[in-house]
């Protein structure tokens, strides 16, 4: 299961043609899917499953929202099987809802040991309010250290996402914790 989180770089593109829920489709770098993200439709609390592939044979996290339909919700992730916590996600509420997007990375104990924030409140206020034709870049910071970047690529119809890990040479981010958020960002951000 190492293997799967091991990777610098990862591309995370929404699955075309769904019409209940979301799916994502996680890359390596050469292209093969490594993690295959499914979010059930109708459901009161979001809850985000992480599969090796698309058949879900295999579940090796969970995302779970701790309230039900909240600005600033937390989800808390988990590793599937075990459920032992590794962190959680929380969005700052109506801050990121309508000016620049910002969420507060947590540990297994809750404690504040980073952030992701919107690249520029500039653009961000474009991309809301006149055209979403911009693409969003995320930088991760843990404690006071940049260790990640997600940046969407640019595709009207397919969205897609650059995951960059190389930053992180002292491994200050569970990758896992990253994909997660990279999940979030593209189904929870990508609904605004």
Avoid at 57 to 75: C, F, H, M, N, W
Avoid at 124 to 141: E, G, M, S, W
Wanted: with cysteine.
């Amino acid at each position: 299961m190492e293997e799967l989180f091991s990777r610098n770089t990862y591309m995370l593109r929404k699955k075309f043609f769904k019409f209940f829920g979301e799916s994502f489709h996680i890359f390596d770098e050469q292209g093969k899917v490594v993690l295959f993200a499914s979010m059930k439709a109708f459901k009161l609390r979001e809850d985000i499953r992480l599969y090796t592939g698309e058949d879900k044979k295999q579940e090796v996290l969970s995302i779970q929202a701790r309230q039900i339909l909240d600005v600033s919700a937390t989800y808390d992730v988990f590793v599937s099987g075990t459920q032992q916590k590794i962190g959680a996600l929380r969005r700052k509420g109506v801050k990121s809802y309508f000016l620049k997007d910002e969420w507060v990375i947590m540990d297994a104990f809750d404690k504040d040991i980073g952030f992701i924030k919107e690249d520029s409140m500039l653009f961000a206020l474009i991309r809301r309010f006149l055209t979403n034709l911009i693409p969003q870049t995320y930088y991760v910071d843990i404690g006071g250290t940049r260790v990640c970047m997600f940046k969407q690529r640019f595709n009207p119809f397919v969205p897609k996402m650059d995951i960059d890990f190389s930053l992180d040479t002292g491994h200050l981010l569970d990758h896992r914790l990253g994909i997660a958020a990279a999940v979030l960002l593209g189904a929870i951000e990508g609904r605004q």
